[in-house]
């Protein structure tokens, strides 16, 4: 699926979802072909606006302060491992 040319600032979550139809289809064929509903959502702007946290060799540090620091702001923050 190329969403490059619909989402210029990228893409910012992906939902998939099988309906019971879709799962029959998936049964019937034995798992050859399963159609699936895909709901793309965009990102509304880049994300060098966001506050980073760097993780070290700590990483559960690093989660901690990335909760601590969104808590704070009210906002995502992106997690460097």
């Given at each position: 699926?190329?969403?490059?040319?619909?989402?210029?600032?990228?893409?910012?979550?992906?939902?998939?979802?099988?309906?019971?139809?879709?799962?029959l289809?998936?049964?019937?064929?034995?798992?050859?072909?399963?159609?699936?509903?895909?709901?793309?959502?965009c990102?509304?702007?880049?994300?060098?606006?966001?506050?980073?946290?760097?993780?070290?060799?700590?990483?559960?540090?690093?989660?901690?302060?990335?909760?601590?620091?969104?808590?704070e702001?009210?906002?995502?923050?992106?997690?460097?491992?």
């Amino acid at each position: 699926m190329n969403t490059a040319k619909k989402c210029p600032n990228g893409v910012a979550k992906i939902d998939t979802q099988l309906s019971f139809l879709n799962q029959l289809v998936d049964f019937l064929t034995f798992g050859i072909y399963t159609p699936m509903d895909i709901k793309v959502t965009c990102a509304q702007g880049r994300t060098s606006s966001l506050p980073m946290i760097k993780s070290g060799p700590d990483k559960a540090a690093a989660f901690q302060a990335a909760v601590r620091v969104s808590m704070e702001t009210k906002q995502p923050v992106l997690l460097s491992y």
